[in-house]
């Protein structure tokens, strides 16, 4: 098994996140750092590059950071959220989507920020909250905490009761209100993509969703949950949903993973959306209920196909797909696209073809402030 390579240890808070294809580190000084995809400037914000596989400095003074597929986000000290990279239109009262030159302040006296795919959460110091997904929507408080996916947000009250909210096609899925409470006595919430996970007063994980043939609920079944189920994971004090991959923390810092990670490859377009993928089968299978993986873990975030863990004593690694360097050590898996034969103008049809495959099947050290060659 690949060595687990030493960082200087690190005093103080600090976190990871990782949506899409790219990835955010905050260090115990407040520094962001960020790696991977960087197609509308997620990663390095004003550079063109479309893959940055050292992680590189590109915000100070933050206090918490988050990750949706094509920008980031950072709260800084003083409670303003600062967005880089693609803004989706109507975001920051914008009719089309634009690409940032550097990090845009997206609103202030903010205590918790969230993201997933195009959308965004905020909860502010008064109890309220908003979240975005192609439009502004108000949560009444007092709200204690939140979390975003795809066309859903999840709340905690002051009551600590859990609740959904959402509309359109998740709806219609859910085949019931999407406004509605979930768990009462709940300590915690998060989500991305259609899954859901929430803390139960008592550390227990409950699960809802897609599930998805991998797994990713951390229950051995394919059906789409609409209300939360224990999936067997106790003592938990955060959690980690992925698409097709989520985890666990425990109080005393085991890590327990669900799901998989595939071997996944994907090109894109000028204008940074999604042209082209492939999947190879799955590259890291951790079973369909929670499995004890790592012991001493601080955080961990998750990404489309990659997973980033740092330890306790400030290792930092990463494993899963490396298409676009989400390892964050300096290579990335090259591949080329093959134009459709039949010329019919339809991209998806293309072939992409692996030339050099820099996936990470064993944890790979992090080289967080190396130079970038």
């Known amino acids: 098994m690949a060595l687990l390579l030493l960082l200087p240890a690190l005093s103080g808070r600090a976190e990871v996140a990782a949506s899409g294809s790219h990835a955010l580190y905050l260090d115990a000084q407040g520094q962001v750092w960020a790696w991977g995809s960087n197609h509308r400037g997620e990663s390095q914000p004003g550079e063109k590059a479309e893959a940055v596989c050292l992680p590189q400095r590109v915000f100070s003074g933050a206090a918490q950071i988050a990750c949706a597929r094509q920008f980031s986000l950072a709260l800084d000290k003083e409670g303003a959220a600062w967005i880089w990279g693609g803004v989706p239109a ?4 914008n009719a089309e989507p634009f690409r940032t030159d550097a990090p845009v302040r997206l609103a202030g006296d903010a205590i918790k920020i969230a993201a997933d795919e195009n959308c965004c959460a905020l909860l502010f110091s008064n109890g309220q909250a908003r979240w975005f997904d192609g439009a502004w929507h108000e949560i009444e408080g007092p709200v204690r905490d939140v979390a975003v996916g795809v066309a859903f947000a999840l709340y905690v009250t002051e009551k600590d009761e859990a609740r959904i909210t959402g509309e359109g096609y998740l709806q219609a899925l859910y085949g019931e209100s999407l406004d509605r409470t979930l768990l009462e006595g709940c300590k915690g919430v998060y989500a991305a993509g259609q899954t859901a996970l929430l803390i139960g ?5 409950y699960a809802m969703g897609a599930s998805g043939s991998e797994g990713r609920l951390g229950l051995d079944t394919p059906a789409w949950l609409t209300q939360p ?46 042209q082209s993928s492939t999947a190879e089968g799955m590259l890291l299978n951790f079973g369909k209920t929670p499995a004890p993986v790592y012991a001493n873990v601080k955080s961990v975030a998750v990404g489309d196909a990659f997973a980033i863990i740092e330890f306790m004593d400030g290792r930092l690694v990463s494993f899963g797909s490396n298409d676009w360097g989400q390892a964050g050590d300096g290579v990335r898996t090259l591949f080329q696209l093959i134009p459709d034969e039949d010329d019919d103008g339809d991209e998806s049809d293309s072939e992409l073809i692996v030339t050099d495959n820099q996936q990470r099947v064993f944890p790979s050290e992090v080289l967080i402030g190396k130079e970038q060659g």
């Open 90 to 93: 109507g975001m920051l009262e």
């Open 201 to 205: 007063k008592d550390g227990a994980l």
């Open 229 to 274: 189920v224990p999936n067997g994971a106790g003592n938990v004090v955060c959690a980690f949903p992925g698409i097709s991959c989520s985890g666990a923390l425990d109080a005393g810092g085991q890590l327990y993973l669900w799901g998989g990670l595939y071997s996944w490859y994907t090109s894109f377009d000028g204008e940074g959306a999604p």
